[in-house]
């Protein structure tokens, strides 16, 4: 693949003077401004939209849950091992059954 991409991009229909970095432009365009003597200012922030939520809120609350869903999961997979273990054992005894019966 990656030599593929190559070959891709070697052949003559690549050329890579017809694209240009629009963000070196802009800082070599401040950074003239800035040699001419002009004051360069950060365009102001936008206030966010919407609510903000609190990540260590959320993470605490998440993981106070999680500790009682822990032990209940955990009882729930020992009754599904029980569950699997029993239809193991039925399914092995019917295929002995058949077994026997065929002889």
């Known amino acids: 693949?990656?030599?593929?991409?190559?070959d891709q991009i070697s052949n003559d229909e690549f050329h890579p003077e017809q694209y240009c970095d629009t963000?070196?432009?802009?800082?070599?365009?401040i950074i003239a401004e800035k040699v001419e003597g002009k004051e360069i200012t950060?365009?102001?922030?936008?206030?966010p939209e919407g609510q903000i939520i609190d990540l260590m809120e959320a993470l605490k609350s998440s993981l106070a849950g999680y500790s009682s869903e822990q032990?209940?999961?955990a009882t729930g997979r020992k009754d599904a091992k029980r569950k699997?273990?029993?239809?193991?054992?039925a399914t092995r005894a019917k295929a002995a059954t058949k077994r026997a019966e065929k002889k």
């Open 42 to 47: 950060a365009a102001p922030q936008e206030e």
């Open 84 to 89: 699997t273990s029993a239809r193991r054992k």
């Open 23 to 29: 963000a070196i432009e802009r800082l070599e365009k």
């Open 1 to 6: 693949m990656a030599r593929q991409i190559v």
């Open 71 to 73: 032990s209940s999961a």
